[in-house]
């Protein structure tokens, strides 16, 4: 398989949107400044606890975009970095810091 440095950059993007979102995820659970919103990670927070949940998240959601990348679908790969970047970590951003 060719390199790609196109997919290369958007799989890094997509990464450091997941370490950003479980990161945030971490931080508002456990002060208690939110819930989190998605009811299956709810869930294993609230029967594994927060650290072993979210980092079982992410890690599940980082191989499967390596997956992704893995057969070239940089293009999804990217949509979902954005759709996280909108949707996870933006509004992580303005809850946890203003």
Do not use: C
């Amino acid at each position: 398989m060719k390199r790609s440095r196109f997919g290369d950059g958007v799989l890094l993007i997509f990464i450091l949107a997941q370490v950003a979102d479980g990161v945030f995820t971490y931080l508002g659970v456990s002060t208690g400044i939110a819930s989190e919103g998605n009811p299956l990670v709810a869930w294993y927070i609230a029967t594994f606890g927060v650290g072993v949940a979210v980092v079982g998240a992410k890690t599940v959601a980082i191989a499967l975009g390596a997956a992704l990348h893995m057969r070239a679908m940089h293009r999804t790969i990217g949509l979902l970095a954005i759709l996280y970047l909108a949707v996870a970590v933006l509004p992580w951003t303005q809850t946890l810091f203003n």
